[in-house]
């Protein structure tokens, strides 16, 4: 019996990363704000770090990023095949296929917003950033300008973690709640690894489907039929990655992917790999992990 699934959106579901822990300082902060917020995280990137970052996987989330070393964030876009360049800080919409940032040694400090969590604080609907970048100035004005001027100012994570938390703080209003029928499907959408058709969701929760269909669209950014898509896809990988020599006929039947060709197309667009050639590079991030400690032993 498979384990039961749990919803996706964590901020080491984004990478194929090991040991994330190491890489990023993170911080959980308390209520109100971790009703919306994963967390904060800081990452110090160098030239010569052993850890790059590289093709960023979807989650479903937004996630507030502003670069300290200097005041512009490139990206990457292998869906489109263009790039883009905006302001040191910015707010990254719910996207449905990977990113690359082109930054070469990043130093960078963000919010990793959960599911539906960030809708509170941009003053717009997050379905209007589907699949793009803002400068967080078009959405907070000069503040986002001190923002960042003060992060950049700070010395250490705790006070900058501080700083972010304050600015969000400021910005959430007692009146917003979020929609009965989101934070519902959210966790029916986590509980579920073939996703729920969103006919019948909408009717269990008592809306019309189009109507549900717009209201998951404003708080989360993307529609619940692709959200539920990004879920099989990051539950799937998890999975394989815990299991690299599954039985790929009947994984692709217990996701609820109608067969293995299904997969295999859904991987391709989620993570640019197939599930295979994933596993393979999985496996060569944990020999080259291994590699690195070897060398490091003590004896």
Same mark, same amino acid.
């Given at each position: &019996?498979?384990?039961?699934?749990?919803?996706?959106?964590?901020?080491?579901?984004? /990478?194929?990363?090991?040991?994330?822990?190491?890489?990023?300082? /993170?911080?959980?902060?308390? *209520?109100?704000?971790?009703?919306?917020?994963?967390?904060?995280?800081?990452?110090?990137?160098?030239?010569?770090?052993?850890?790059?970052?590289?093709?960023?996987?979807?989650?479903?989330?937004?996630?507030?990023?502003?670069?300290?070393?200097?005041?512009?964030?490139?990206?990457?876009? +292998?869906?489109?095949?263009?790039?883009?360049?905006?302001?040191?800080?910015?707010?990254?919409?719910?996207?449905?296929?990977?990113?690359? @940032?082109?930054?070469?040694?990043?130093?960078?400090?963000?919010?990793?917003?959960?599911?539906?969590?960030?809708?509170?604080?941009?003053?717009? *609907?997050?379905?209007?950033?589907?699949?793009?970048?803002?400068?967080?100035?078009?959405?907070?004005? *000069?503040?986002?300008?001190?923002?960042?001027?003060?992060?950049?100012?700070?010395?250490?994570?705790?006070?900058?973690?501080?700083?972010?938390?304050?600015?969000?703080?400021?910005?959430?209003?007692?009146?917003?709640?979020?929609?009965? +029928?989101?934070?519902?499907?959210?966790? &029916?959408?986590?509980?579920?690894?073939?996703?729920?058709?969103?006919?019948?969701? +909408?009717?269990?929760?008592?809306?019309?489907?189009?109507?549900?269909?717009?209201?998951?669209?404003?708080?989360?950014? &993307?529609?619940?039929?692709?959200?539920?898509?990004?879920?099989?896809?990051?539950?799937?990988?998890?999975?394989?990655?815990?299991?690299?020599?599954?039985?790929?006929?009947?994984?692709?039947?217990?996701?609820?992917?109608?067969?293995?060709?299904?997969?295999?197309?859904?991987?391709?667009?989620?993570?640019?790999?197939?599930?295979?050639?994933?596993?393979?590079?999985?496996?060569?991030?944990?020999?080259?992990?291994?590699?690195?400690?070897?060398?490091?032993? @003590?004896?």
């Amino acid at each position: &019996m498979r384990p039961r699934p749990a919803i996706a959106g964590g901020k080491s579901q984004q /990478f194929t990363i090991l040991n994330i822990d190491t890489i990023f300082n /993170f911080y959980k902060p308390k *209520p109100p704000l971790s009703n919306f917020v994963d967390n904060f995280w800081l990452y110090e990137g160098h030239q010569e770090t052993e850890h790059k970052i590289e093709r960023i996987l979807p989650t479903g989330t937004l996630e507030l990023v502003i670069n300290l070393r200097q005041n512009e964030l490139r990206f990457y876009d +292998a869906a489109h095949s263009e790039n883009s360049c905006y302001s040191g800080a910015i707010v990254s919409g719910a996207h449905g296929h990977g990113l690359t @940032p082109k930054e070469e040694a990043p130093f960078l400090v963000g919010v990793h917003f959960k599911p539906g969590g960030a809708f509170p604080f941009l003053g717009l *609907p997050a379905s209007d950033l589907a699949d793009t970048h803002v400068d967080l100035e078009t959405l907070w004005g *000069p503040s986002a300008g001190r923002l960042r001027e003060h992060l950049c100012e700070a010395r250490i994570s705790d006070e900058r973690f501080q700083l972010l938390q304050q600015a969000l703080l400021s910005r959430l209003s007692e009146r917003v709640e979020k929609h009965y +029928a989101v934070s519902a499907a959210l966790e &029916m959408f986590g509980n579920n690894r073939a996703g729920p058709i969103v006919r019948e969701t +909408a009717k269990y929760l008592g809306l019309s489907q189009r109507r549900f269909i717009q209201v998951f669209k404003a708080e989360v950014g &993307m529609t619940p039929k692709l959200f539920s898509r990004i879920q099989r896809f990051q539950q799937t990988r998890t999975f394989i990655q815990q299991n690299p020599l599954p039985n790929w006929a009947t994984l692709a039947l217990d996701y609820g992917y109608f067969d293995q060709s299904h997969l295999i197309r859904e991987f391709l667009e989620f993570s640019g790999l197939s599930p295979t050639d994933y596993l393979n590079r999985h496996k060569s991030l944990i020999e080259y992990d291994i590699d690195v400690k070897s060398k490091h032993l @003590p004896f």
